[in-house]
């Protein structure tokens, strides 16, 4: 792929490569809200995730995201 080419990125881990998901955790905080995070391992590198979920209408809403 073209972005395999590209000076700035040779020789780094494709970003749309798998990764697993090594662990997850889920907190309730109130009725109806949930602040999970996971942790992804990719062929490098750890990430974290974290989000927050509400409850809305018979789904859930992510409120905040964020990424390490």
Known sequence: AAYRRHP?????AD???????????????????????????????ARAVALRLEAVGGHWLATAIAFG
């Open 15 to 45: 970003p749309g490569a798998a990764r697993t998901v090594r662990s997850v955790r889920v907190c309730p905080v109130a009725p109806g809200i949930v602040e999970t995070s996971a942790v992804l391992v990719g062929p490098t590198r």
């Open 8 to 12: 700035a990125v040779r020789g780094q």
